[in-house]
């Protein structure tokens, strides 16, 4: 009887020498490999033409007709094909797949098995969201028709007479001008409050106090096609055909803001609805050149704009034209003495019409954010708040002043984006500083 540590013995002797013999033969292999796919790619270059493809995969991508040549590795045959190796065979078993496999063969091949796929470089991970408000224009400050001699120079006369306005003059003059658009691009950087000079640069179409503030996503409504239906046949059918879709009009939302200590936020929207109390009683009105420019002065415009985990790459961009709040929260004064934060207050909206992916939206931001320096050319020459501070090594934490849309075409000093030109549209959100160098308040 043979002894049977003499067969183990014989199995570890052969198990050495295939572990020396196997590498030998795997390079013969490879070269073996490297040659046919160099004969089979020659013959395809002598059919296909002269051109020098860079690899396969260009090859595959660019030649139609070339897709079932075997020395062309499709994706469809990398599981049998020489190249697959074991690792990568046991790695696409778990559903672990290359970034090129992936990619082409989203477009391309079917997977048998289903999206939950191990996808780190497709699959939506850290989104954030930007939310810019533009300015209204209502008839409150004026420079043509205020009250030349007293304490209210600018404030609209018809409104002197009201203990509210005179007091909001005195004590939220910040949030008038954010109110007033047409007079608010005009003044200065200084303004007197009630609790102190406010450091304030007016020279901006947006509202930074409400962007700032908000705290809550805003809600973008779906799009729910209408049908037209046939008359019926003698058997009762019907034929249905699909119409335009609705949803994006007269959409109502709400939004979340955290006011400051001194409820700047809040004061925002009461202003603006004692103002259009007064406008319904015929007190105060639009200007003359808003009724000649039919200009709806008491509405505004909100922009959407999401970016991916980079922080700046945008991956949705949204407007809701025809904005205009229709609560006022003051249900949040109701318990001042409890403990619990104060200062969360929601407000309702209704707008006009909500629009997403059409790239004159990001052409009218840019217009508007470059509004107050005279046009993009000069807002591009401004100096760029990056996220990242590489002289000190960390992240860039200053309040940058305006916010841009850039994208690979556009250069220093050129119009805004062409929205008819046919190269790369890969777009990102970007910042400037008010002036060649950031000071410690942001750049004011």
């Known amino acids: 009887m043979a002894n049977p540590y003499d067969r183990i013995g014989e199995k570890i002797s052969a198990a050495l020498i295939r572990q020396q013999t196997d590498p030998i033969a795997r390079v013969q ?128 006369k018809n409104l002197v007479s009201y203990p509210f306005f005179t007091d909001a003059y005195s004590r939220y003059r910040a949030v008038l001008e954010d109110l007033c658009w047409s007079h608010s691009v005009r003044k200065s950087d200084s303004i007197p409050m ?6 304030y640069n007016t020279k901006n179409n947006f509202i930074p106090l409400l962007s700032n503030t908000l705290v809550s996503t805003l809600p973008l409504p779906d799009k729910n096609a209408e049908y037209i239906e046939t008359n019926g046949n003698v058997y009762g059918t019907k034929i249905r055909y699909r119409d335009s879709s609705s949803g994006a009009k007269n959409f109502n939302f709400s939004l979340e803001f955290q006011d400051t200590r001194f409820y700047d936020v809040y004061m925002f929207f009461r202003i603006y609805d004692e103002y259009i109390n007064l406008k319904n009683l015929g007190i105060v009105g639009p200007k ?34 025809g904005v205009f709040p229709t609560t006022v929260p003051s249900s949040m004064f109701s318990d001042m003495n409890s403990t619990e934060p104060k200062g969360r207050l929601s407000v309702e909206f209704s707008c006009f019409e909500v629009e997403d992916m059409n790239p004159y939206i990001l052409r009218e931001f840019n217009a508007v954010s470059a509004s107050p320096v ?28 305006y916010p841009y849309v850039y994208w690979p075409n556009l250069n220093e000093g050129s119009q805004y984006i062409q929205t008819l030109n046919s190269g790369q549209r890969k777009y ?5 500083y008010d002036t060649g160098t950031p000071l410690g308040n942001g750049g004011r």
């Open 288 to 321: 003359q050149r808003q009724v000649w420019r039919k200009v709806l002065h008491d509405q505004f415009s909100i922009y959407k704009i999401v970016v991916d985990e980079d922080g700046t790459t945008i991956t949705q961009f949204v407007k809701y034209t």
């Open 29 to 156: 292999q490879e070269i073996l490999r490297r040659n046919r796919e160099q004969s089979s790619t020659e013959a395809v270059k002598k059919k296909y033409g002269t051109y020098k493809y860079r690899s396969d995969s260009e090859l595959l991508d660019t030649v139609a007709p070339i897709k079932n040549d075997s020395g062309v590795k499709d994706i469809v045959n990398a599981n049998t094909s020489n190249k697959n190796t074991p690792i990568e065979s046991l790695l696409r078993s778990r559903g672990i797949y290359s970034r090129n496999y992936i990619e082409r063969g989203l477009y391309n091949n079917f997977n048998r098995f289903g999206y939950n796929i191990i996808d780190p470089y497709n699959t939506p991970t850290v989104t954030r969201e930007y939310v810019f408000f533009t300015k209204p224009d209502l008839n409150i400050l004026t420079t043509t028709d205020g009250v030349t001699d007293g304490d209210y120079k600018d404030l609209n």
């Open 194 to 199: 009630a609790y102190g000079t406010l450091h």
């Open 428 to 432: 990102f959100l970007r910042w400037k």
């Open 374 to 401: 005279n046009g993009i050319a000069n807002l591009m020459k401004l100096r760029e708040c990056e996220l990242y501070d590489t002289g000190a090594d960390h992240a860039n934490g200053d309040w940058p002043k």
